[in-house]
């Protein structure tokens, strides 16, 4: 089994940053890629970003290009998100997911999410 814990929300008013982590902790597992999914209330999950864990491409959803960083840190089984130039709308519950290969099959593993808050 994987678990993905993560670290790093809270209140930030608009403009300010904020760095989340997950990091993946486990037995005998190789990530392929890791991505940050947000949840405001009322509104479905959207993927903001994801990274490949073997050549650290990135992908971003257009309302956070240019504004939000993703990175890993391998030794560390670590995935960040660095967000810049937070807005409000940015407020809501942000989750990681590793797509994670155990012995032959690769699942998909959730965090347990946290909380980012931006006030205007």
């Known amino acids: 089994q994987v678990q993905l814990v993560e670290s790093g929300g809270g209140l930030v008013q608009a403009g300010g940053s904020l760095r989340l982590s997950c990091a993946a902790s486990?037995?005998?597992?190789?990530?392929?890629?890791m991505r940050w999914y947000r949840q405001a209330p009322g509104k479905e999950r959207e993927i903001v970003a994801t990274?490949?864990?073997?050549?650290?491409?990135?992908d971003y959803a257009s309302s956070v290009e240019g504004r939000f960083t993703i990175s890993r840190d391998n030794a560390k089984n670590t995935v960040y998100l660095q967000m810049n130039r937070l807005k409000p709308e940015d407020t809501a519950n942000y989750y990681c997911n590793g797509n994670i290969r155990v012995g032959t099959i690769n699942y998909s593993y959730w965090g347990q999410g946290t909380q980012v808050t931006v006030s205007s």
């Open positions: 486990g037995r005998a597992f190789r990530i392929n890629h």
């Open positions: 990274i490949s864990w073997s050549d650290g491409s990135t």
